[in-house]
C-alpha cells in the first residue's frame, strides 16, 4: 500500500491524516491502541481484561509475522497513531475459498465520528479486492452497537450468528 493522505475535519478545523503501512516506530503506539478494542462492553461472560490481553497479543503476533497474507495500516496524525487495520487471509469454511478478514479495527476515542474508521475499512477493502478475495468479512459483538452501524454503513451483512450460553455459574 502505498501512503494516502487525507484531509478530515475535527472542531471545525481541517486536519491532513495519512493512511499507511505499519512501520516498526509504529509497534507500541498501536498496541496500546488495540486495548480499545473491547472498550464497548462486552457480554457479561466475558472478561474484558481477558480481551484487552488476547487483542494485544494477536496484534503483536500479527507484527512480527508480517507477509503477503496480511495487512496493518495505522491512521497518523501529526506522527501519533490515531487508528489502525489488521486484515488477514482466511478460508472459508464452506467454500474452502480464500477471503480477507479485518481481524482489528480501532480508532482512538479522542478521534471516533471523524470518518477514520469508515476510510480505513476502505482500505481494507481495497486490499483484499486487489487480492481477488472472494469476500471482506469480520466479527464484531453485537453489543459494539457503534462498531455495528459503521459496518452496515460500508455494505456488511450478518452471515453467521454465533449464540452462546454460559455454563458457569459466575458468568
Not at 484531509?7 to 503506539?29: F, N, S
Not at 497479543?57 to 497474507?69: S, V
Not at 479495527?105 to 478475495?133: C, N
Request: aromatic fraction near 6%; glycine fraction near 6%.
Amino acid at each position: 500500500m502505498t501512503p494516502q493522505t487525507h484531509a478530515i475535519e475535527r472542531d471545525g478545523e481541517r486536519i491532513d491524516m495519512q493512511l499507511r503501512p505499519l512501520e516498526p516506530r509504529d509497534t507500541e503506539a498501536a498496541l496500546r491502541l488495540a486495548e480499545r478494542i473491547s472498550s464497548f462492553g462486552p457480554p457479561p461472560w466475558r472478561d474484558a481484561d481477558q480481551l484487552r490481553r488476547v487483542d494485544r497479543d494477536t496484534l503483536r503476533r500479527a507484527m512480527e509475522e508480517g507477509g503477503e497474507h496480511r495487512v496493518i495500516v495505522v491512521a497518523v496524525v501529526d506522527a501519533q497513531v490515531i487508528g489502525l487495520m489488521h486484515v488477514t487471509c482466511l478460508e472459508d469454511y464452506y467454500t474452502r475459498r480464500r477471503n480477507a478478514h479485518v481481524a482489528d479495527l480501532v480508532v482512538d476515542a479522542a478521534w471516533s465520528g471523524h470518518g477514520i474508521g469508515s476510510l480505513l475499512m476502505q482500505q481494507a477493502e481495497a486490499w483484499a479486492r486487489a487480492r481477488g478475495d472472494d469476500w471482506l468479512s469480520l466479527s464484531v459483538f453485537p453489543q459494539n452497537e457503534g462498531a455495528v452501524r459503521l459496518y452496515e454503513r460500508s455494505g456488511f451483512q450478518p452471515d453467521i450468528a454465533r449464540y452462546v450460553k454460559p455454563l458457569k455459574p459466575d458468568t
